[in-house]
């Protein structure tokens, strides 16, 4: 199931900005955080394809959700300006942000290129 994350929450789960300079993942599998606004358009497309894949990556993939409008410091501290942004955040290296409606094809590619995970 797709979670969604309040900025304390986030701290607990993924990265704790406020203790960290350097990036240090909290999480003990690797996680995609969708950056969203229920007003999007993108979003709404894209919502049903992780709880898809949220599903079919079970114990393997942690799928976070954060509302921009609500969690505008965290939507900062990313840099966040055009939604969706998609966080990919690998165990172990250096997550990477894509932008716009990913296709569930491209999920996949990057669940396996860049976390490092398969079905």
Known sequence: MVEHLTNTSFKEKVFNYEA?????FEGDKPCIIDFYADW???C??????LEELAKEYAG?????KVDTEKERELSGVFGIQSIPS???VPKGA???????ALPKDSFERAFKEVLGVEK
């Open 94 to 100: 250096q997550p990477q942000m894509a932008q716009g």
């Open 40 to 42: 999007c358009g993108p």
């Open 86 to 88: 998609l966080l990919f």
């Open 20 to 24: 960290n300079k350097e990036w240090k």
């Open 44 to 49: 709404k497309m894209v919502a049903p394809v």
């Open 60 to 64: 393997k993939i942690d799928i976070y």
